[in-house]
């Protein structure tokens, strides 16, 4: 069964950071294009990041760029969210998805509606 799941996240002040995990079972995450997505209360759900199935190529929201880095370890079957100077906007629950790379070296539209599969993702809260 294909499953991802999130785990880092937590209580942390402005400027603090985090790093989101997003472990994969059940499949490979090699060939795949990843995203990192968030949802805050009475928000629709926004792209943060995304990276291609090789890690080559990444694209940003730019409301994270420069403080968030998307990185991924494929022997790991791990993707990686690292947030840095966090703000108190950056509260929201963080999903990862995957979408099939189907031979497709670069990286999709970081926009939910390209990504099939999903964690049941991990609260991020940033407050004083």
């Known amino acids: 069964q294909l499953q991802l799941v999130e785990s880092g996240g937590g209580l942390v002040q402005p400027g603090g950071s985090l790093r989101l995990s997003c472990a994969a079972s059940?499949?490979?995450?090699?060939?795949?294009?990843i995203g990192w997505f968030r949802q805050a209360p009475g928000k629709e759900r926004e792209g943060v990041s995304c990276i291609s199935s090789s890690g080559s190529s990444t694209n940003y929201a730019d409301s994270v760029k420069g403080r968030f880095t998307i990185s991924r370890d494929n022997a790991k079957n791990t993707v990686y969210l690292q947030l840095n100077s966090l703000k108190l906007e950056d509260t929201a629950v963080y999903y990862c998805?995957?979408?099939?790379?189907?031979?497709?070296?670069?990286?999709?539209?970081?926009?939910?509606?390209?990504?099939?599969?999903w964690g049941q993702g991990t609260q991020v809260t940033v407050s004083s």
């Open positions: 059940g499949f490979t995450l090699d060939y795949y294009v």
């Open positions: 998805a995957a979408a099939p790379s189907e031979g497709y070296s670069g990286v999709y539209p970081c926009v939910p509606a390209e990504y099939e599969y």
